[in-house]
């Protein structure tokens, strides 16, 4: 069921009684249970949309596709399907308490990984949900797999009364529907010969199964009572990114295709450089940490950005990029030699030192970092993945809190150095 959110401002759907509580009953006699439904169901040319009211009335509306499109109709946000798994690696188990209480919420819905490619396990699904993701082809789903060993799967995954997940899977892949993979590399428990074995199961399926990323998983200071688990260390990175590479060049001769893609994470622990663009292809997992170095190195040098006179920056990041987000300035902004920079690594004190991506840092850490440099500058730049849509940092925080607390502009940094450089202009001289 779908709720009316607002209709305060349109006389036509007021004048047919359908008001903000009201909830979508069917369109043209089906049922509609969420908005994919509603999206779905509506693209006939004349529809007949059975509305029921706050009252306990229905009421029926008859109406083009063109003309609904433009009522002002907005619905409440689905709720999402919660997480039933127990898995040994899950980082909503390892968050301290006293953050937002959104930040809890075990999330295992197809819908918001069709939508925003979140990863599902599949753990929770129905025929009728198969049925319905075939029907409204509900293409591209991200899936989590971590290992195509069963026992093993359902021990990381913390549950026995879970489905096979490679029945699943052929089950998607017979209905047309494309499959994005992933597996959280935990050490010592599917790494190396079960790593090698899950990646080659998969490859299987191609062209149905696209892509697999391989990402380090990520552990906190806050897993008292979790199991045991070995950091992925320089060592182990090393060796993953070996084997990881092998598997690429053969599945690029094999499939046309590298198919497996270490996340970028490991390249940088294990020292090794970051492979060119064509490694990527057309970077089918970048929200997931894999090919964003390539972009940034990639992108276009900063050029005709009016900057008047002298200008320092403060750029706050994590441990991991430091070094190479200095060089990649150092180059895309030589045409600036009034611009001085310096990179600030930002030790994670609210997940723990050996959380050293940007993306978890929170604006106390940031903060505190400022505190202890002699010279912050003309302006502050955060890094582009450590804020929600709300512009609020995994403590609540928001950049205008540290604006305030330093006297200076922050910027949000972009994946382009050209871009960031551009913001940090329009926020000193506009």
């Not at 992108?299 to 320092?312: M, S």
Request: charged share 25%.
């Amino acid at each position: 069921m779908i709720v009316v959110k607002s209709t305060a401002v349109d006389r036509a759907l007021l004048d047919a009684g359908i008001i903000a509580g009201s909830h979508l009953v069917s369109i043209n006699g089906k049922d509609v249970c969420d908005i994919l439904d509603y999206e779905f169901l509506s693209s006939d040319a004349e529809l007949e949309l059975v509305f029921g009211l706050p009252s306990g009335d229905k009421v029926t509306l008859e109406i083009s596709r063109d003309d609904l499109v433009g009522l002002d109709l907005e619905f409440e946000p689905d709720k999402p399907e919660r997480c039933g798994n127990n898995c040994v690696f899950c980082f909503v188990h390892q968050l301290p308490k006293g953050l937002r209480r959104t930040l809890y919420i075990k999330d295992e819905d197809y819908r918001l990984s069709f939508r925003y490619g979140n990863y599902v396990t599949l753990t929770n699904l129905s025929e009728d949900d198969f049925e319905r993701i075939v029907e409204q082809r509900l293409s591209p789903l991200y899936v989590s797999v971590h290992t195509t060993d069963e026992t093993l799967r359902r021990k990381m995954l913390g549950r026995e009364d879970i489905p096979d997940l490679m029945p699943q899977l052929g089950k998607l892949a017979e209905g047309g529907i494309a499959l994005h993979t992933q597996v959280v590399l935990c050490p010592g428990w599917n790494d190396g010969t079960r790593l090698r074995r899950t990646v080659a199961d998969l490859a299987v399926m191609y062209p149905a199964v696209q892509s697999v990323a391989v990402v380090p998983v990520g552990l906190t200071r806050h897993r008292s009572r979790l199991p045991q688990m070995e950091p992925v260390t320089q060592r182990i990175a090393s060796a993953a990114v070996a084997d990881l590479l092998d598997m690429h060049r053969e599945f690029s001769e094999k499939l046309g295709c590298g198919f497996v893609y270490p996340a970028d994470e490991f390249f940088i622990s294990a020292g090794v450089e970051i492979p060119p663009s064509a490694f990527y292809g057309d970077f089918p997992q970048f929200e997931n940490g894999v090919g964003m170095v390539r972009q940034l190195l990639d992108g276009e040098d900063a050029k005709g950005i009016r900057l008047p006179g002298r200008l320092r920056v403060c750029v706050a990041t994590g441990r991991l990029i430091a070094d190479t987000l200095s060089d990649v300035l150092g180059q895309k902004w030589s045409a600036y030699p009034k611009v001085e920079y310096d990179i600030l690594p930002v030790e994670n004190k609210l997940l723990g030192s050996s959380i050293t991506v940007s993306g978890l840092l929170c604006g106390k850490d940031i903060m505190d970092a400022l505190r202890k440099e002699r010279e912050i500058g003309d302006c502050i730049v955060v890094p582009p993945n450590c804020l929600n849509d709300d512009g609020l940092f995994l403590d609540d925080l928001t950049m205008a809190d540290i604006s305030r607390e330093f006297g200076r502009p922050v910027t949000q940094a972009d994946y382009s150095a050209k871009e960031t450089l551009r913001r940090i202009a329009t926020e000193m001289y506009s």
